[in-house]
């Protein structure tokens, strides 16, 4: 199906020609047909061809514009005996601006005047535009001449990709109610299919599919491109503007950035159009082009949409090709001017790996959100690296672990400004970093310590007797390089334990009641008297604990 939104001047007979094609009444309301005069959106179709009609008054561009915001095809309607006029140029603007590059020029009333002096004139008019090689006919609905023609054009129009697989957006342009079924909405789907009794989301609920109906027909499932009505169960309340979105696939944007295009820069209050929804919008200059558009509530935006941008009070139009719908915070002074460099190597087309590039980490599900996906393995979870950024982060861990041996795990994942622990201990296991109940340490250059390393996994506060130290070759001089290359930790005379075990000891006596004992800190290392007194003697000296006369016991400052 080719789904295809008139444009034009207001009384250059789009809905006349719309009833002379399809033998449909495009105008719904009895106030239309009586004024007529198109006021709201109109769906009539015929063989295939499916029309949203617009109107052409400017008091009612608001409702023309979501008329054409999901539509990516035209039929521009300009009248033999009129020749091109102001609305005929605002439409065009807006298609411009929208990206619109499909369709047909029609120059209707040709039984009224000479075609010839308007078809050369609109060719003029479009020149330089998006819509400048369109075909061209002339046309009377009243005599039916050019019709023919006219279909055939319009049959010619290269359809959208149907992408079956992709993410559902229906973008709602009328809401009515059915007695008995309930809540229908109507919307052009772009991509996708659309299935009864499938689950989307409509704002913050899940609504159901009861049924669906395309082109007047019911249906068990319409694939895109397509007019379909949707009948949803659930307790929702939709309006125009709001969207049916496949469920955890699209991301709530408020705040995002694009490049604009248009003759001068934008005001910093305008509407924001984007499929049929409209928006006051917040403008923050960055660049010559590019702008930050803060949005008054959430929408499914992803990069690559193209929206519009309009200033109510002189009816201005600029377009807008959305660049990062995932911004930095701009806070620090100098904060616009870098992003606004960053932004000038962006083009607004789709591309996962240079999105992951900027990002350096993204989980896969939000890339694909955004409308950037990567084919790519995950380094630790649903994580994304860009490769440069992971061998970086690899090396930074490995000088961390260097200068800090036993760091804590969660120290540095905050260290390295991680968002997930599971990206510290996929960074260890390429660093050359080993994690130890949740501790760090670079391999051991001291023959025999990684044995005791080995055994201190399983019993961190259990220190190797003399015998042990002597068969792993570790006699005094060993463990003081041991310890001096940070390997471990030496007590007293002969009792080592790991970098770190005093922390972790610090955080298991922190849960005894105060004051504790020896015998009580001892059950709750589960170690020896000869391993408990020389630690809570470095824990004295460290100033975590302090001893008291009283039997020896301690409590913590």
Not at 187 to 198: E, F, K, Q, S, Y
Not at 218 to 234: F, I
């Amino acid at each position: 199906m080719r789904v295809i939104a008139t444009a034009g001047h207001v009384d250059h007979g789009k809905s006349t020609l719309l009833r002379a094609l399809t033998g449909m009444e495009p105008d719904r309301w009895e106030e239309e047909r009586r004024r007529g005069l198109t006021i709201d959106l109109g769906y009539v179709w015929t063989d295939g061809l499916a029309f949203v009609d617009v109107p052409g008054h400017e008091r009612f561009v608001g409702n023309m514009l979501a008329g054409v915001g999901p539509v990516t095809a035209v039929l521009f309607v300009v009248a033999a005996d009129a020749g091109w006029s102001v609305q005929s140029r605002e439409h065009l603007e807006i298609l411009h601006a929208l990206g619109v590059g499909r369709g047909v020029l029609a120059v209707t009333r040709s039984d009224l005047a000479d075609p010839g002096p308007v078809l050369a004139a609109c060719r003029d008019r479009l020149r330089g535009s998006t819509l400048a090689d369109v075909p061209a006919v002339a046309v009377s609905a009243v005599t039916g001449e050019g019709l023919p023609g006219l279909r055939a054009l319009l049959a010619a129009i290269p359809p959208d990709d149907p992408a079956p697989e992709a993410d559902v957006r229906l973008w709602i342009d009328r809401v009515f109610t059915v007695e008995g079924r309930g809540t229908v909405v109507t919307g052009t789907l772009g991509a996708g299919v659309i299935r009864a009794g499938d689950v989307l989301r409509l704002g913050g609920d899940d609504v159901r599919i009861r049924g669906l109906h395309s082109l007047n027909e019911a249906k068990t499932e319409v694939a895109a491109p397509a007019r379909v009505a949707v009948n949803l169960r659930g307790g929702a309340r939709p309006r125009r503007g709001h969207t049916l979105l496949t469920p955890g696939r699209w991301l709530d944007v408020e705040v995002l950035d694009v490049r604009v295009s248009g003759e001068g820069r934008p005001p910093e209050q305008v509407t924001w159009h984007l499929g049929t929804a409209a928006e006051p919008a917040r403008l923050r200059a960055l660049g010559e082009d590019t702008v930050r558009v803060t949005l008054p509530r959430p929408l499914p935006v992803r990069v690559g949409d193209r929206a519009l941008l309009r200033d109510p009070g002189s009816r201005r139009v600029w377009g807008a090709v959305v660049l990062d719908v995932r911004p930095p915070e701009l806070r620090r002074r100098g904060a616009a001017r870098a992003r606004a460099a960053d932004l000038a190597g962006m083009s607004g087309v789709p591309d996962g790996v240079a999105e992951l590039r900027r990002r350096g980490l993204a989980r896969r599900d939000d890339l694909a959100a955004m409308g950037t996906p990567v084919d790519a393995d995950p380094v630790a979870g649903d994580w994304l690296a860009d490769p440069d950024h992971w061998a970086g982060l690899r090396h930074r861990l490995a000088e961390v672990v260097a200068g800090r041996p036993g760091l804590a795990a969660e120290t540095a994942r905050q260290l390295l400004g991680l968002p997930d622990r599971a990206l510290v201990d996929a960074l260890a296991e390429g660093a050359a970093v080993r994690t130890v109940r949740g501790r760090l340490f670079r391999p051991a250059r001291t023959p025999g310590v990684d044995e005791l390393r080995r055994g201190w996994a399983a019993d961190p506060f259990a220190a190797p007797d003399a015998a042990r130290l002597a068969e792993l070759g570790l006699d005094r001089r060993a463990l003081a390089a041991a310890e001096a290359a940070g390997e471990l930790v030496q007590l007293a005379p002969g009792v080592v334990l790991p970098p770190g075990a005093a922390e972790e000891a610090a955080e298991v006596l922190a849960r005894l009641p105060r004051p504790f004992t020896v015998a009580q800190a001892r059950t709750a290392l589960n170690t020896t008297r000869r391993v408990v007194v020389p630690l809570l003697e470095h824990l004295d000296r460290l100033g975590l604990t302090r001893r008291q006369d009283t039997a020896g016991s301690r409590t913590f400052l």
